[in-house]
């Protein structure tokens, strides 16, 4: 079946230690996202890929960086975590920019 | 203001009756519009989407947009208590933009 993986699905680490977290996608979208969610709040959208294009939210801490190596990978880095970063990171993807997004399982951060 | 305001819940309603969910939206160059649901702990998943004004039926839900109002509304009939989660709303502009309200958490009580 076609789906978004993300991994891990938990990630403990200590303040100030860098992480990655990747996503994966078998659905061949052009468009990739990853967003920010803390308990009972909306997503926050942090940037998104139209294919190799980078979009960064203005907002967006430069704490938070992403690659998109080629169509199927995305990767988010925080280099340094803070304790106001533990939160569940989704990865999405969509065909285009207008249409439904599709969201893998999501990653929980937690830091120590 | 919030970019994409949904009604203040908690909202609860009984197993049969019909669940009504509100959406504003202010950036008016929006294009399409959607409605996720989220179980808690879990990742948001379709439930409709809606491109153009009018009315969007999918089984026991119906999506309605009105741009002039820059209104989006979910219907649920026949509520289940399957239906328990949190719904968010969210709207997508042309530039790749998309925003998402904060949710509303609908209980629906056997």
């Known amino acids: 079946d076609a789906m978004v993986i993300q991994n891990p699905r938990y990630q403990v680490t200590q303040f100030g230690k860098p992480v990655t977290l990747s996503c994966s996608q078998t659905?061949?979208?052009?468009?990739m996202y990853w967003y920010q969610q803390k308990s009972s709040q909306a997503p926050k959208l942090l940037f998104h890929y139209y294919d190799k294009d980078f979009n960064n939210e203005a907002d967006t801490p430069d704490n938070f960086q992403s690659r998109r190596p080629n169509t199927s990978f995305c990767f988010l880095d925080i280099r340094s975590p803070g304790l106001g970063d533990a939160a569940m990171y989704l990865c999405a993807t969509s065909g285009t920019v207008y249409n439904e997004q599709f969201f893998g399982p999501g990653t929980r951060l937690t830091v120590l | 203001q919030k970019e994409v305001e949904q009604n203040s819940g908690p909202l609860s309603v009984p197993e049969g009756a019909i669940a009504s969910l509100n959406c504003t939206y202010s950036d008016r160059v929006s294009q399409s519009f959607f409605w996720y649901r989220q179980y808690s702990g879990k990742s948001p998943e379709l439930i409709m989407s809606?491109?153009?004004?009018g009315d969007k039926e999918d089984g026991r839900f119906t999506a309605q947009l009105n741009k002039a109002s820059q209104y989006v509304s979910l219907l649920i009939r026949d509520s289940q208590p399957s239906d328990s989660a949190t719904y968010l709303c969210a709207a997508n502009t042309n530039a790749g933009k998309s925003t998402f309200g904060d949710g509303t958490t609908l209980t629906v009580k056997p």
């Open positions: 659905l061949n979208h052009n468009v």
């Open positions: 809606i491109y153009s004004n």
